[in-house]
């Protein structure tokens, strides 16, 4: 999978297109531990496709019970993406505790589309409930919705995290399947930036330290020479620690529960990079925005509501 390369093709899933709910909901694939990212990565490189335009996608799901954090991997996890080290989950992070369960559903042979190259357009997390982090959880994954769009087809995967039975955690992604659709094109609002920006550099090694942690050893994210097999041009950040980041530099203005955080990726971000970091409280949102040098062309956007 990867993120967004080009300018969105909609802020959302438009309301007015045929929205597709998956096929009838086969019984969950359940794991007992979380498996080996390597060993999914590989089989993610070889499963090939067979979608046509129309399919209903199956509804495959994974799950995984008493999953339990650990303090250590919790703390690296919070220094790479830059939070404070404390004993409160960043939104992010149970989305890449429970990545395994995305990539298990795409390896599933009646899962139409390859794994590889789905585009991440957008995540959208909300975290209703702090929790002790010494309390075991329940994890889902399911694929939801999708719609044909002027690019291809959107899709979605939905996940929620539970403790003593109560849903503490959220989270919905859209992906990207490029395919000929013939449904035009939509213009897009411009992208609000407004105020003085933080700038930051990003070392060129940040997708392999963030490999380490996550075990998402996605190639376009560890060198040039794997990246360009891929047809990138250079090596590019992880969305979802890109998304991290942004929290992290907002941490002080963010609650401890009761909050959403949705964020819609526009173009990679090639390592290593200058970036400048945008945020500002508008119709009650706090909207924050990422941005190259120059300040010409947009890596993401988010709100925090």
Not at 246 to 268: K, N
């Amino acid at each position: 999978m990867t993120d967004k390369e080009n300018a969105p093709i909609m802020k959302s899933m438009n309301k007015s297109a045929h929205m597709q709910k998956p096929s009838d909901s086969k019984p969950p694939i359940v794991m007992q531990e979380l498996p080996s990212m390597p060993s999914l990565l590989g089989k993610a490189a070889f499963k090939s496709g067979t979608y046509a335009l129309g399919d209903q996608l199956p509804g495959l799901s994974t799950q995984i019970n008493s999953l339990v954090i650990n303090p250590q991997h919790l703390h690296a996890y919070q220094e790479l993406c830059g939070f404070k080290s404390s004993e409160t989950l960043p939104a992010t992070y149970l989305h890449m505790l429970g990545f395994p369960l995305f990539l298990k559903i795409l390896i599933q042979q009646d899962f139409p589309m390859r794994a590889m190259g789905q585009v991440h357009l957008r995540n959208q997390i909300s975290v209703l409930h702090q929790f002790d982090i010494r309390q075991p959880i329940d994890m889902t994954a399911a694929i939801g919705n999708s719609v044909l769009t002027s690019r291809g087809l959107e899709w979605n995967i939905d996940v929620s995290a539970r403790v003593d039975k109560q849903v503490v955690w959220t989270g919905e992604s859209v992906f990207l399947h490029r395919c000929k659709t013939g449904v035009p094109r939509k213009a897009v609002a411009p992208i609000r930036r407004e105020g003085e920006p933080l700038n930051w550099w990003v070392d060129a090694d940040i997708g392999r330290r963030y490999a380490r942690v996550s075990g998402d050893y996605n190639p376009i994210h560890l060198t040039d020479i794997t990246a360009k097999l891929f047809g990138f041009k250079q090596a590019i950040a992880h969305g979802m620690w890109t998304k991290a980041r942004c929290l992290a530099a907002l941490d002080q203005q963010i609650p401890t529960e009761g909050y959403s955080v949705d964020v819609t990726f526009h173009r990679p971000l090639f390592l290593p990079s200058q970036v400048l970091f945008y945020s500002q409280q508008l119709e009650g949102k706090q909207q924050f925005s990422l941005f190259n040098q120059t300040a010409e062309q947009a890596h993401l956007e988010g709100s925090i509501t």
